[in-house]
Each structure stands twice: as C-alpha cells, then as structure tokens.
C-alpha cells in the first residue's frame, strides 16, 4: 500500500460547488503540505501543517481552506470551486527533522466547469 | 527567497550520464539546494540535497561550486526511466518549517 494516499485521483465538479480533497498518510509523519500544479508549471504551497494544532497559509491559500484531522489525515477544501482553481493537486508529508525529503502522494486532478 | 534558473530541456543518450545545471546567484547561507524529479504528473520525488558540500547516493550526485550559486545534478548511467522533469529547489526554513519553491524545472529525455 502507498504511504501517502489521495482521494479523489479525478474530479470534475462545477463552479460554485463545494470540494473536498483528503489525503491519509502511514508514514507517521508530523508535517504535511497541500501544493497545486498547472500545466508547465512547478507546484506552489497552498497550506502546510506541522501537526495537528499547527497550520499555515503557504504562498497561494486565497479560495483554499485545510483541516487536520489527525496526525494522519490533511484535508484540503474549497469552499466555493471557480474555473481557475482547475488544476493537479498534490499532498506531501515529512518528518518532524527541519532538514528532510518530502514524500508525494500519485495526485488529484480536479476540473472545475 | 532564493530562485533557480534551469534550462527548460535537455537530452542525453542511454547509458550516459546527464548533467543537469541550476544557477541559483542568490542563494544565502542557510538555504539548502534540493533536487525532485516528476514523472508524467506522478508525485514528485526526492532525489538529493546539499548545502555546500558534494553529495553523492544512490540515485545522483550534486556537484555545488564553491561560491554556491550554481550546481550540478548528475545521473551517471542514465536509463529510459530517468526520463522526467527535474526540479532544482532552493530550501529555506522559516519558523521551523521548510518551505520547497518549485520552478518550472528541465524536462529530461532519454533517448535509446
């Protein structure tokens, strides 16, 4: 099994709808990220979360809310969809230590019509 | 924070080893240079980091020069699977957290 899972992989959904995107981890880890892609273009943070209690805004959180459920569980919401939100979105965890790897999780790809 | 400049495409034949350079002229002493590939929208992995000193594990090494403003990833005996995007990322922590800046990265190809 994968270590850090996403759900939905697809979604296509409306404007105006409310989404929710959830990712689950069994690595233990205390951090986890939500970052988006669009197309050519590098992945930029939405929010990051050092554990349960810890939550920040990352460089593009305007239209975007997260929950932290559990230490395991990093869900990312968008309350009201809007077409330019349209793109691939990744949860990543990693270790408590400042200087480690951040592991990613496959992706969901979400279309907003 | 600091940015990377990575050429937008390179390729390199099977069985050779690619160089992949980033300039990163504004780096600052506490920022770590990062390297993730990303396989046809698949999740980014690691590969390799380094702050100074030349790093070398199984995947790659990393070449850093000496005034840090520019580095090389290397891939020894590149294989078809290498074929992807390579990000080159200059780490800072602020408040405790690491914060990874992704740029457009160089879409490597492997040509049999």
Redesign the interface.
Known sequence: DAD?TQTPRNRITKTGKRIMLECSQTKGHD?MYW?RQDP??????IY?S?DVKDI?K?EISDGYSVSRQAQAKFSLSLESAIPNQTA?Y?C?T?PGF??????????T?LTVL | DAKTTQPTSMDCAEGRAANLPCNHSTISGNEYVYWYRQIHSQGPQYIIHGLKNNETNEMASLIITEDRKSSTLILPHATLRDTAVYYCIVRVIIQGAQKLVFGQGTRLTINP
């Open positions: 850090v951090r970052y050519g273009l590098g992945l930029r943070l990051y050092f920040n990352g691939l990744f990543a990693s400042v200087y480690n790897e951040q592991f990613f999780g496959p992706g790809r």
